[in-house]
Structures are given as structure tokens and as C-alpha cells.
């Protein structure tokens, strides 16, 4: 796998997906992988033509937090997989919890639910929720994690002058106050990755990349 | 998780982190203080284990490495990290699933201890089910040299290597205080490999984290038969469950 490419933000949804299709048919038992290929299927069918913020295509970030998870959790099976993918579902108000529990089970309904839970629609959440899921299982902090690194990495490519740099600061805050220590807490790689993003700004400034 | 509201996480009071003695990347705590379960210690939460250390990881994201560190700080601090009478009873309780289950005489059954530690369970388990012929295996060379000055045959074991046994090489597999910590998928792999396929996987867990271990189980294929609670002296509950889990569906065995 090209590490480079997925940590720099360059790989196109075709290789992100191809990278995720290897992980899939090398690492897993036969029996669970069709469940990860119909969530795979769900996000590209939800996604179609969505960008982020007017830059990339939105897919690429459940795509990258799941690859993510893939490479440096290895606790990682298909079920936290299948909800890295699905894990902005709930939150943007596409899926019901009950709908994720009838199509992929309790375990990955559970985790995006609680995910989602510790995500308001401002991004913020309040410090008692945020002691709590200090205190989860070690999945759910896992995928809280990588999806913040990942999105500390898109930062990076976010157009220069576009209005969403400006909370860039703020978010730091979140970053050096709350996804570090929970970073530190359940992965060593993922908290060095986003250390090393959070220098980065701290060094080189937000406003451009 | 409860529904009851979580205490804000604080910064460790002064007064004891002022106590606190660095052990490697762990604390000890003071023994005549009860310290709070998880504290900012710095700018990073610490998760105390038992009442004597604090972690900085949670048991279940705890490296490989640090979980040697944890079990070789155990060795060294037996009378006060191992609650023997807790461990006699989790060890009945998971010996009864042999008891129940084994339609062979417990003589010359085949078991192995995985993550034997010290051998204090391999013992309990020889008192438990007479007649078994019981392998430890540990990933502490300390731990290792420990149990066999037990007088138990042991083998070391690493990370990512494949276990020194041939393929159904076990009746039974037992994981005694081990699977609340990071048990990696390929070693999972690799004892439903060396476990018989009339044979089971016994071990057990913090209730908190089970879900979690029972999905990791399913991911390597195998079964699992049976979750219990494991009650306390009197009837009170522990935060313990007993799993019994086999390599193969009931249908696919003979």
C-alpha cells in the first residue's frame, strides 16, 4: 500500500477504492466481505457527484478513514471497516441507526451511532460528552480518531481563500485539547500522524498550504 | 455505558502526582491513596489499572510491548497487582464449561494457557480439571522463566509469528486475564488453528469490552457458544464474563 499518497491526500477515489478492495480480499474470511462491498456500494450510490467543501469528492473521506484503519489499527475487521464507510450516514441525517442495525448488524450500528453522537452539526461537543468517549471501547475511540486525522490532513488541501480556513484555528484548539490525548489514548501511530500535522500549522500557519 | 452522567476527567490532584513513581512509560500509585480511575496526567489521560498503576493507554489499546511491560511489572508486584482470590474464581468458572462440556475423562486432555504469565493460572487450572496435560505460552521471557520455576512446561511466544504447535494440537485453550488486552487477529487466527476442532476457547473478559472480542472471534471464524456472567461470592455480580467459543459450528463437527 502507498502510505505516501494516502497520508498526503494525492490518491484519486480510483486508487483509494482499489487500495480498500486489496485490503478486503487479502485480509478477510470470505463470509464477511460481501457486507463490506454493499456498504462500499451504499456510499458511492449516496456520494455520486458530492464534493466537499467544493474541492474533493466527499466520498474519499469515509474512504480514507477506513483505508486508515486498515493500515495502522490492527484490530481492524470488517465491521469497523463497514463503519469507518458509513460513518458520516447518521450525522448528515442519510440513514437511521435502525437501518444500519437491519442491513449490517448491532456492532457497526453501535459504532457509527456513538461516532455520530460525539459529532454535533457545529463539530463541537460539549467536555462531559467528550470525557465519555475517553471511556469507550477501544473501536469506537479508533474510528473517532482516524477520521479526525483524517480531517486535520484536508485541511492542508482546502482552497486557499476558502471561508472554512478561517475556523482553522479553533479546530487546532480541538486538536491539541481533545483528538491528541484521545489519539495518544488508542493509537501511538495515528497520534504521531496527527502531532505531525498539528506542527505543522502550528509552524507553517493555516491560511495557505 | 450507563446512562449515568461521566465525571468530567481532571487533572491528577497535585498532591499525588507529586507521589506518582515512573515506571517505564506506566505511574505507580501510592499505596494508601485510592487514585481516580482515569486523570490528565500532563496533557494526557491515564487510565488506572487495578489500583497500583496508571496506564496510557486503556488495557484494550495497550501496544504488545507495553502489555510485556505491564505483565513484567505484575511479576515483580504479585502480591499487590493479582487479586488471587478473584483469580481462583474465574478460573472455577471457566473450568466448569470443561466440566459441562468434555465427553472425554479430563485425563490427558490436552490444554494450553495462553498468556500463562506467572503460571498461577496453569496451577489453578491443574486443581480445577486433575489429569490435564497443560502448555503455557507467554510473550514475556520473565513470565516464562517465572512459570516454568513453576515446574510448568512453557514456550515463549511472539508477536506476529506463527505458535509453535501443529494444526488441532489443543482440546482446550484457555486465556485467563488476557483478552481485555489488544489480542491481535492473526494470533487469534492462529489458536483457532491449533485448537481441535471438537475443542473450545474459554476465556474471560471484562463485560465492558466484549463485544468488541466477540466480533474479532467472528472475524477468524469462530463460533461462539456461550457468554455467562460470572457471579461473585453471595450472589453480587462481577464485571467478568466467561466466553466459550469453538473453532468450528456445531453442524460442521461430528
Same mark, same amino acid.
Given at each position: 500500500?502507498q502510505?505516501?499518497?494516502?497520508?498526503?491526500?494525492?490518491?484519486?477515489?480510483?486508487?483509494?477504492e482499489e487500495?480498500?478492495?486489496?485490503?478486503?480480499?487479502?485480509r478477510?474470511?470470505?463470509?464477511? $466481505?460481501?457486507l463490506?462491498?454493499? @456498504?462500499?456500494?451504499?456510499?458511492?450510490?449516496?456520494?455520486?457527484?458530492?464534493l466537499?467543501?467544493?474541492?474533493?469528492?466527499?466520498?474519499?473521506?469515509?474512504?480514507?478513514?477506513?483505508?486508515?484503519?486498515?493500515?495502522?489499527?490492527?484490530r $481492524?475487521?470488517t465491521?469497523?471497516?463497514?463503519?469507518?464507510?458509513?460513518?458520516?450516514?447518521?450525522?448528515?441525517?442519510?440513514?437511521?441507526?435502525?437501518?444500519i442495525?437491519?442491513?449490517?448488524g448491532?456492532?457497526?450500528?453501535?459504532?457509527?451511532?456513538?461516532?455520530?453522537?460525539?459529532?454535533?452539526?457545529t463539530?463541537?461537543?460539549?467536555?462531559?460528552?467528550?470525557?465519555?468517549?475517553?471511556?469507550?471501547?477501544h473501536?469506537?475511540? @479508533?474510528?473517532?480518531?482516524?477520521?479526525?486525522?483524517?480531517?486535520?490532513?484536508?485541511?492542508?488541501?482546502?482552497?486557499?481563500?476558502?471561508?472554512?480556513?478561517?475556523n482553522?484555528?479553533?479546530?487546532l484548539?480541538?486538536?491539541? $485539547?481533545?483528538?491528541?490525548?484521545?489519539?495518544?489514548?488508542?493509537?501511538?501511530?495515528?497520534?504521531?500522524?496527527?502531532?505531525?500535522?498539528y506542527?505543522?500549522?502550528?509552524?507553517?500557519?493555516?491560511?495557505?498550504? | 455505558?450507563?446512562?449515568?452522567?461521566?465525571?468530567?476527567?481532571? =487533572?491528577?490532584?497535585?498532591?499525588?502526582k507529586?507521589?506518582?513513581?515512573?515506571?517505564?512509560?506506566?505511574?505507580?500509585?501510592?499505596?494508601?491513596?485510592?487514585?481516580?480511575?482515569?486523570?490528565?496526567?500532563?496533557?494526557?489521560?491515564? #487510565?488506572?489499572?487495578?489500583?497500583?498503576?496508571?496506564?496510557? =493507554?486503556?488495557?484494550?489499546?495497550?501496544?504488545?510491548?507495553?502489555?510485556?511491560?505491564?505483565?513484567?511489572?505484575?511479576?515483580?508486584l504479585?502480591?499487590?497487582?493479582?487479586?488471587?482470590?478473584?483469580?481462583?474464581?474465574?478460573?472455577a468458572?471457566?473450568?466448569?464449561?470443561?466440566?459441562a /462440556?468434555?465427553?472425554?475423562?479430563?485425563?490427558?486432555?490436552?490444554?494450553?494457557?495462553?498468556?500463562c504469565?506467572?503460571?498461577f493460572?496453569?496451577?489453578?487450572?491443574?486443581?480445577?480439571?486433575?489429569?490435564?496435560?497443560?502448555?503455557?505460552?507467554?510473550i514475556?521471557?520473565k513470565?516464562?522463566?517465572?512459570?516454568? +520455576?513453576?515446574?510448568?512446561?512453557?514456550?515463549?511466544? #511472539?508477536?506476529?509469528?506463527?505458535?509453535?504447535?501443529?494444526?488441532?494440537s489443543?482440546?482446550?485453550?484457555?486465556?485467563? *486475564?488476557?483478552?481485555h *488486552?489488544n489480542?491481535?487477529?492473526?494470533?487469534?487466527e &492462529?489458536? +483457532?488453528?491449533?485448537?481441535?476442532?471438537?475443542?473450545?476457547?474459554?476465556?474471560?473478559?471484562?463485560?465492558?469490552?466484549?463485544?468488541?472480542?466477540?466480533?474479532?472471534?467472528?472475524e477468524?471464524? *469462530? /463460533?461462539?457458544? &456461550?457468554?455467562?456472567?460470572?457471579?461473585?461470592a453471595n450472589?453480587?455480580?462481577?464485571?467478568?464474563?466467561?466466553?466459550?467459543?469453538?473453532?468450528?459450528?456445531?453442524? *460442521?463437527?461430528?
Amino acid at each position: 500500500m502507498q502510505v505516501q499518497n494516502l497520508l498526503q491526500y494525492t490518491s484519486s477515489v480510483d486508487d483509494i477504492e482499489e487500495q480498500l478492495h486489496a485490503l478486503v480480499e487479502t485480509r478477510y474470511i470470505k463470509t464477511h $466481505t460481501p457486507l463490506v462491498f454493499e @456498504a462500499l456500494g451504499f456510499i458511492q450510490r449516496l456520494y455520486h457527484g458530492k464534493l466537499r467543501d467544493n474541492s474533493v469528492p466527499y466520498i474519499l473521506h469515509p474512504l480514507r478513514v477506513a483505508l486508515m484503519l486498515g493500515q495502522y489499527e490492527e484490530r $481492524t475487521g470488517t465491521k469497523l471497516l463497514i463503519a469507518a464507510l458509513l460513518h458520516d450516514t447518521i450525522k448528515d441525517g442519510d440513514l437511521e441507526d435502525a437501518e444500519i442495525e437491519q442491513r449490517f448488524g448491532h456492532f457497526v450500528a453501535k459504532l457509527v451511532t456513538k461516532v455520530a453522537r460525539y459529532t454535533s452539526n457545529t463539530g463541537d461537543t460539549s467536555s462531559t460528552d467528550w470525557d465519555e468517549i475517553l471511556l469507550e471501547s477501544h473501536e469506537i475511540r @479508533a474510528l473517532k480518531v482516524f477520521e479526525e486525522l483524517d480531517n486535520v490532513m484536508y485541511w492542508r488541501i482546502l482552497p486557499v481563500n476558502h471561508a472554512l480556513r478561517n475556523n482553522i484555528p479553533f479546530w487546532l484548539e480541538d486538536v491539541r $485539547t481533545k483528538y491528541l490525548p484521545l489519539a495518544h489514548a488508542t493509537n501511538m501511530q495515528a497520534y504521531e500522524l496527527m502531532h505531525q500535522e498539528y506542527t505543522y500549522y502550528v509552524k507553517h500557519g493555516y491560511a495557505h498550504h | 455505558m450507563s446512562n449515568m452522567a461521566t465525571p468530567t476527567i481532571s =487533572q491528577l490532584p497535585s498532591d499525588i502526582k507529586r507521589r506518582l513513581r515512573r515506571k517505564g512509560d506506566f505511574f505507580l500509585c501510592p499505596d494508601d491513596i485510592v487514585c481516580p480511575k482515569v486523570a490528565y496526567i500532563g496533557e494526557n489521560v491515564y #487510565y488506572r489499572f487495578m489500583n497500583f498503576v496508571y496506564l496510557p =493507554q486503556p488495557p484494550d489499546s495497550l501496544s504488545i510491548e507495553k502489555v510485556v511491560e505491564l505483565c513484567d511489572l505484575r511479576l515483580d508486584l504479585m502480591g499487590k497487582l493479582v487479586n488471587t482470590d478473584i483469580n481462583k474464581h474465574i478460573v472455577a468458572q471457566a473450568a466448569n464449561v470443561v466440566k459441562a /462440556h468434555s465427553a472425554k475423562p479430563l485425563s490427558g486432555l490436552r490444554v494450553l494457557d495462553f498468556g500463562c504469565g506467572s503460571g498461577f493460572s496453569s496451577l489453578l487450572l491443574k486443581e480445577e480439571l486433575p489429569g490435564i496435560r497443560i502448555t503455557g505460552v507467554d510473550i514475556s521471557k520473565k513470565a516464562v522463566k517465572h512459570a516454568r +520455576k513453576a515446574g510448568l512446561t512453557v514456550e515463549r511466544t #511472539y508477536p506476529d509469528k506463527a505458535l509453535p504447535f501443529d494444526n488441532a494440537s489443543f482440546d482446550y485453550i484457555f486465556a485467563i *486475564f488476557v483478552m481485555h *488486552f489488544n489480542v491481535g487477529v492473526s494470533t487469534l487466527e &492462529e489458536l +483457532k488453528r491449533i485448537l481441535h476442532p471438537s475443542g473450545k476457547f474459554v476465556f474471560n473478559v471484562y463485560r465492558r469490552d466484549v463485544e468488541g472480542v466477540l466480533e474479532q472471534l467472528d472475524e477468524v471464524g *469462530f /463460533h461462539i457458544d &456461550e457468554v455467562m456472567s460470572v457471579e461473585g461470592a453471595n450472589g453480587t455480580t462481577t464485571n467478568h464474563v466467561i466466553v466459550s467459543c469453538a473453532s468450528f459450528t456445531p453442524d *460442521f463437527v461430528s
